[in-house]
């Protein structure tokens, strides 16, 4: 079955397109927002082909897919479907107002994460790159290599960081249905060179402009909250106005007092308000991770992966990006691979201890999928349902998440975990970081082994069922809701 004729059978056991409300996906995950649950045949779209599991969270039905498929298949859905679904103008609400605001939290941060993880990994290579053992191999040392070399690296690991606002803000207008060009346009506003930079202030090497004697204004590179409020505010405000404003007037209006508007408002009240915010927040979290003794680490990484579970994991986006904004480290991250990789070990537990062929049949390649940083089909489609498991991965990722803190580790980027996740350690941290997430894999592997599998396995795991030959055009026909004749 090819991507499309997957595509196809995913939308037609999911109701047809007409009861597809609105298509999403993040890095791995299909997430469709449907009017009627009851249409959904669950089972008969976990048995299908590439198909790692699915569930509902947040009010979105998610299919796992993994990385790459995924993307490929979202785009021939919304081929049948149309990128926001049908009935745009219809709002199908699911789950309470704190599960609507993560979901919202999310599909702003999930369009900007691949940058980000691009960026992480130029951190990571650039400071492989200038380390002196390395250079000494080649006869080298930090003064031989050529400034222009340096300044090209930096262009590749400041540019998205500096910028930041800019994209929060772009994406934060696409999402709220305003113009995209507008909101990368307010997005530079909040970094642009006629304001003194954050980073300088901060530094002592700048001060701030002074409004009315009391108000002190500066740019806000490496900011989120201010970004994706004032992208919220102008997206909000875009669309309030072209309701309004004559159609001749429209082209030079509505973008005019968008900017104006936003900015005003963004810079003397939403950017220092939400400024002193998000720094406090980092404070808290910071000082949380450092707890004396590893107990920060021990707490996050235990409990970590029930984060994905309700399906509020993407509040950690918000963190990660603000903290390599802000110094150029990411604190979570180790701590958080040492839980994806003692769901990795859980699970390889299971698969080789059990006896039923269908189990081993899942948990082989959730176990490598986990190791790669995708934790989704092992933890729901093994340790999770299973439970134990569950724990004892929970007890590895404590484990390691307390060595991480006691090692003081900290990723350049983010994005990426496990195996690949070694790019954000190139440094003198790598061989601390394999030691932690060794130590992680092997707690949860040992408790699962002595302690959490089953003896008799009684779960059942749905087999693809055989499928006829259907044509791709028949199956377009079906999920479109057209009769063939």
């Known amino acids: 079955m090819n991507d499309k004729e997957l595509a196809l059978k995913i939308i037609e056991l999911t109701g047809s397109k007409e009861n597809i409300s609105s298509v999403r996906h993040c890095a791995t995950r299909l997430r469709l927002v449907v009017k009627n649950k009851d249409k959904i045949n669950v089972k008969a779209i976990e048995s299908l082909n590439k198909v790692k599991g699915s569930f509902f969270n947040s009010g979105q039905y998610q299919i796992i897919l993994g ?29 309470n107002k704190f599960q609507r605001a993560i979901r919202t939290f999310s599909d702003v941060f999930v369009p900007i994460i691949p940058v980000l993880v691009a960026t992480g990994l130029f951190m990571g290579l650039r400071g492989l790159l200038t380390q002196e053992a390395i250079l000494h191999l080649f006869g080298l040392t930090t003064k031989s290599v050529p400034t222009n070399l340096l300044t090209f690296t930096q262009v590749l690991t400041d540019t998205a960081f500096a910028f930041l606002p800019a994209l929060v803000c772009w ?87 968008t900017l104006l508007i936003g900015m005003t408002v963004a810079l003397f009240a939403i950017g220092p308000v939400l400024h002193t915010v998000e720094t406090g927040v980092l404070f808290v979290v910071e000082k949380l991770l450092q707890l004396p003794l590893g107990l920060g680490g021990l707490l996050y990484g235990s409990f970590g992966q029930l984060l994905g579970i309700f399906g509020i994991h993407h509040i950690l986006n918000f963190l990660e990006i603000s903290m390599l904004a802000n110094d150029g480290w990411n604190y979570l991250n180790p701590i958080g691979t040492c839980g994806n990789i003692a769901q990795a070990g859980a699970v390889l537990a299971i698969a080789i201890k059990v006896h039923d062929q269908k189990m081993k049949q899942v948990a082989y390649p959730s176990a490598l999928s986990a190791a790669l940083g995708i934790t989704e089909p092992a933890v729901f ?105």
């Open 381 to 485: 489609g093994v340790n999770l349902r299973l439970v134990k498991p569950f724990i004892a991965a929970m007890i590895g990722g404590g484990v390691g998440g307390f060595l991480a803190s006691i090692f003081h580790l900290k990723a350049t980027g983010m994005g990426i975990t496990g195996i690949p996740g070694t790019l954000l350690y190139l440094n003198e941290q790598l061989p601390f970081y394999i030691l932690v997430n060794l130590v992680a894999f092997a707690v949860a592997f040992s408790i699962t082994w002595l302690f959490c599998v089953p003896k008799e396995e009684k779960e059942e795991v749905v087999e693809p069922k055989e499928e006829k030959e259907v044509s791709s055009e028949s199956l377009f026909a079906i999920a479109s809701g057209v009769r063939l004749k």
């Open 171 to 257: 994406s934060t207008f696409k999402n709220f249905g305003g113009s995209s060009v507008i909101g990368i346009v307010l997005g530079l506003m909040l970094v642009s060179p006629s304001l003194p930079s954050a980073y300088d202030v901060g530094s002592g090497a700048a001060k701030p402009l002074m409004f009315f004697n009391f108000l002190k204004v500066s740019g806000y590179q490496g900011s989120v909250l201010p970004a994706f409020v004032t992208g919220i505010l102008g997206a909000n405000m875009e669309k309030w106005l072209r309701k309004r404003i004559p159609d001749a007037l429209d082209l030079i209006l509505t973008p005019f007092l």
């Open 67 to 95: 990385t790459g498929l995924v993307n490929r298949v979202y785009d021939e859905v919304i081929k049948v479907t149309g990128e926001e679904g049908n009935n745009n103008d219809e709002k199908i609400v699911y789950g």
